[in-house]
């Protein structure tokens, strides 16, 4: 039998034969393939720097969670004396280090006063925020004037900031107590007493953090048409209903987003509370990370293993409140 397609017939075994040829025939290219040869310039791209990430971050990453499963400390790992080089001689502990966090009452303590500043942080930094945006969305006198001034504090670096906070805390010489002894009021401890201090930290990060949710907010606020809120009035909707069906509905995409990033920003707030108390006074408000940061370059002998394993569970930590959040976000219709 033979396959009739032009001037010479072909037979019908050979036919089939040339269809099958190759190694690829009659299967498709993979995702991976396709997206290399589509989109191979953007891939170019991003190479140097996802290069470099992987550098800066992925090393780091990957080094300190193989710390986390050893007994690394200041007397034990590599390093050079002079002219003597000392070899490390560190093991493996494998979980040991973790099982004696979790057991510590240590970690409960410094987990719940981060929570509870986490989210006094978080929670204060959104309603300000809001509020001030619902009030700069509105057409009044000297608008961009108030905005540039109440988006500085984002301007200023952090530590600049933190630095004049301590200045207007300070017990003796402090604005903020010489303006209460002027108004015949005792001074306040504000960072030398536990309940002082932290009410100052969260105080000073609450006015770090307003800032990035006013213009976010901001941002939200002026992507909702103009025309539900006419329509609203129409209905004779009150001030506080076009708030709760059409404000809200509306900014929830970029209030979800902003609340997440500025939580795992708070969470891991390193700056303020170091610079302001130091986690003090004693203890009072040390939060994870700090703590972290004290077993690797305060204490002695330092305690690199330990610090790393405490990293890994402050990454864990933030890692599994972002995927339960994302869920939440995902039953009520918001995906992102």
């Known amino acids: 039998m033979a396959v009739e397609s032009g001037p010479r017939a072909v037979p019908a075994a050979d036919a089939r034969s040339v269809r099958g040829r190759g190694p690829r025939a009659g299967k498709k290219p993979g995702r991976l393939r396709r997206a290399l040869s589509t989109y191979w310039y953007a891939w170019a791209m991003v190479a140097p720097v996802v290069a470099v990430i992987g550098v ?10 193989y710390l986390s499963t050893t007994d690394a400390n200041e007397a034990n790992v590599e390093r050079t004396i002079g002219v003597n080089h000392i070899p490390a001689t560190y093991e493996s502990v494998g979980l040991d280090n973790y099982k004696a966090i979790l057991d510590d009452a240590v970690f409960w303590d410094r987990l719940t006063w981060t929570v509870v500043w986490t989210v006094s942080c978080v929670a204060l930094s959104f309603a300000l925020g809001l509020v001030l945006a619902i009030m700069l969305n509105r057409k009044l006198k000297g608008r961009s004037f108030y905005r540039m001034a109440l988006i500085l504090p984002w301007a200023v670096p952090a530590f600049v900031s933190v630095f004049t906070w301590r200045l207007l ?10 303006i209460l002894e002027g108004g015949g009021l005792d001074a306040i401890p504000w960072l030398n007493d536990p309940t002082w201090a932290k009410l100052s930290v969260i105080a000073v990060n609450v006015w770090l953090g307003v800032p990035f949710m006013l213009v976010a907010m901001l941002g939200g606020l002026q992507s909702i048409p103009g025309e539900l809120y006419e329509a ?5 909707a009150s001030a506080w209903q076009r708030f709760r069906h059409v404000t809200l509905p509306g900014i929830r995409p970029v209030a979800t987003t902003v609340v997440l990033i500025s939580a795992i920003w708070t969470f891991n707030m390193f700056p303020v509370i170091f610079l302001l108390t130091r986690g003090g006074p004693g203890d009072a408000t040390e939060i994870l990370v700090t703590y972290a940061y004290r077993l690797s370059f305060v204490v002695s002998p330092r305690d690199f293993a330990g610090s790393a394993a405490w990293g890994v569970l402050i990454l864990l930590l933030l890692s599994l409140f972002a995927v339960v959040y994302r869920r939440a976000l995902r039953k009520q219709g918001e995906v992102w």
């Open 56 to 65: 800066i971050v992925g090393y780091p990453l990957v080094r300190g969670v």
């Open 169 to 178: 805390f300070n017990e003796k010489k402090g604005l903020l107590n010489a």
């Open 232 to 236: 609203a009035e129409m209905d004779g």
